[in-house]
C-alpha cells in the first residue's frame, strides 16, 4: 500500500517569496506517478504540477516547480514568486500506474500568502 | 474543457436518513471516484468504479454504498445518515490511460444532526 505524508500543515510567507511545501512518500512499485494538488477557499480543487517516476528531469509549470528525489521518496514543490492567488490548501499524491487506478493523498498544508 | 458537478454545494440531513450526493462528469472519463475531506485527513477514498456498472471499495467504505447506471453519473449513499458522516464529500473523474489525472468537482459538504 502507498502512504503520502505532508509534515507541514500550515505555512505562511510574504507575497514574492518563494516557499517549499514538503511531501515524502512510500510505495514498494517502481512505476508511479506524483501529483500536487491546490484547493483555494471555497474552490475546486485543481492539478497543479505531475511527476513522472521514471522522469530523472524534475517538473516545472511557470512559478511551480518541483524537487524529485526517488531514492529519499521526496516529492517537494516550490512556488516562486508567490501571488496572493496561491493562498490554498495543498495536496499532495502518489498513483501507480499499473494495478489500483486511485490516487493517495497526504494529509495536506494549509498555504497562506500575506500581502 | 473538463467539468464535473456536484448536485449540492450544502446539504443538511438528520440522523437515520437515507442521503444521495450525485456526481456528473463531461468527459467521457471512465473513472469515478468519490472521497471525503476531513481537516487533518486530507482525502480518503470511499469508493471508486472505473466501468458502468462496476465498483471497488476504496479505504473507508463502510456506511456507504455507491451506484454507477451511466458512464457519466456516479452516486454515493448513505444509508442510514449518522453523525460522523458530516464531512466534505469530492467526486472526481480521470481517463483510464495516461496522465492519469483526477478532475474534482466542487465538492458537497453534508452536515448531519
Known amino acids: 500500500a502507498q502512504t503520502v505524508t505532508q509534515s507541514q500543515p500550515e505555512m505562511s510567507v510574504q507575497e514574492a517569496e518563494t516557499v517549499t511545501l514538503s511531501c515524502t512518500y512510500d510505495?514498494?512499485?517502481?512505476?508511479?506517478?506524483l501529483f500536487w494538488y491546490k484547493q483555494p477557499p471555497s474552490r475546486q480543487m485543481i492539478l497543479v504540477i505531475r511527476q513522472e517516476a521514471y522522469k530523472q528531469q524534475n517538473a516545472t509549470e511557470n512559478r511551480f516547480s518541483v524537487n524529485f528525489q526517488k531514492a529519499a521518496k521526496s516529492f517537494s514543490l516550490k512556488i516562486s514568486d508567490s501571488q496572493l492567488g496561491d493562498t490554498a490548501m495543498y495536496f499532495c499524491?502518489?498513483?501507480?500506474?499499473?494495478?489500483?487506478?486511485?490516487?493517495?493523498f497526504g494529509q495536506g498544508t494549509r498555504l497562506t500568502i500575506n500581502p | 474543457d473538463v467539468k464535473v458537478t456536484q448536485s449540492s454545494r450544502y446539504l443538511v440531513k438528520r440522523t437515520g436518513e437515507k442521503v444521495f450526493l450525485e456526481c456528473v462528469q463531461d468527459m467521457d472519463h471512465e473513472n469515478m471516484f468519490w472521497y471525503r475531506q476531513d481537516p487533518g485527513l486530507g482525502l480518503r477514498l470511499i469508493y471508486f468504479s472505473y466501468d458502468v456498472k462496476m465498483k471497488e471499495k476504496g479505504d473507508i467504505p463502510e456506511g456507504y454504498s455507491v451506484s454507477r447506471e451511466k458512464k457519466e453519473r456516479f452516486s454515493l449513499i448513505l444509508e442510514s445518515a449518522s453523525t460522523n458522516q458530516t464531512s466534505m464529500y469530492l467526486c472526481?473523474?480521470?481517463?483510464?490511460?495516461?496522465?492519469?489525472?483526477?478532475?474534482f468537482g466542487p465538492g458537497t459538504r453534508l452536515t448531519v444532526t
Open positions: 510505495t514498494s512499485e517502481n512505476n508511479y506517478y
Open positions: 472526481a473523474s480521470s481517463p483510464r490511460k495516461a496522465p492519469y489525472e483526477q478532475y
Open positions: 499524491a502518489v498513483r501507480l500506474i499499473q494495478g489500483a487506478q486511485k490516487l493517495v
